[in-house]
């Protein structure tokens, strides 16, 4: 059973810093891995998507990584800043059974950004 | 501007009452998916759909939750009797499946959060 675990739980920077988050998953047998955004009593916004066959998407100041054989995936945020300040979360997209396409979610790092 | 729509956004009842949310997928997207985030489980896929038809319901309580899809622009997830542990935040999310055999992007709706009493 795939599991998806995101550490830390929780993250606060000063505004302009460069920062990682982590993302895990323990089944290597992903279609894909999405990142999203989530602010409070919000839905969630995709960020990025990258494909099983894929190491890296960029968007603006996001570049997600994947590295399927080690399980692990990162979302880097340049120069951050208070409109960052957010839960974001990482899901694993399965690609066996009757399970094809569906997400596994890990529980989120709340990032918060200090001006 | 295409988006998954919701509704209700919010919803209180009382123990024992039916509860029904819709949702609207993005025009033209074959997937369908309803998820529930509690603060203890996170988000949890319920159930979803390919083409109208279901293809897993297997994280949805049977006795009590039924999910459809009458057309392609609705999808309806229905609790009934709703209990006080079915509080959550259920969302739904569209997507486009191309080829069979490649994962597709999710899109999410704002979600019906839910409180029974």
């Known amino acids: 059973k795939q599991e998806v675990t995101q550490i830390p739980a929780a993250l606060s920077v000063p505004e302009g810093e460069n920062l990682v988050l982590n993302c895990s998953f323990t089944?290597?047998?992903?279609?894909?891995l999405q990142w999203f955004r989530q602010d409070p009593g919000k839905g969630l916004t995709s960020l990025l998507l990258i494909q099983s066959s894929q190491r890296e998407q960029t968007s603006g100041r996001l570049n997600a990584s994947l590295d399927k054989s080690s399980g692990r995936s990162t979302l880097y945020i340049a120069a951050s800043q208070p409109g960052d300040s957010a839960t974001y979360l990482c899901?694993?997209?399965?690609?066996?059974?009757?399970?094809?396409?569906?997400?596994?979610f890990g529980k989120g790092t709340k990032l918060s950004v200090k001006p | 501007d295409a988006r998954v729509t919701q509704t209700p956004r919010h919803k209180v009842t009382e123990m024992g009452q039916e509860v029904t949310m819709r949702c609207q997928p993005i025009?033209?997207?074959?997937?369908v998916f309803w998820y529930r985030q509690t603060m203890m489980q996170g988000l949890e896929l319920l159930a979803y759909?390919?083409?109208?038809?279901?293809?897993?319901d297997s994280g949805m309580p049977k006795d009590r939750f039924s999910a459809e899809m009458p057309d392609a622009t609705l999808a309806t997830l229905k609790i009934q009797p709703s209990e006080p542990r079915d509080s959550a935040v259920y969302f739904c999310a569209s997507g486009l499946v191309i080829w069979s055999d490649r994962g597709n992007e999710q899109f999410f709706g704002p979600g019906t959060r839910l409180t029974v009493l």
């Open positions: 899901a694993a997209s399965m690609n066996y059974g009757g399970s094809q396409g569906n997400l596994i």
């Open positions: 089944d290597s047998a992903i279609y894909n």
């Open positions: 025009l033209g997207h074959n997937t």
């Open positions: 759909f390919r083409n109208r038809a279901p293809l897993d």
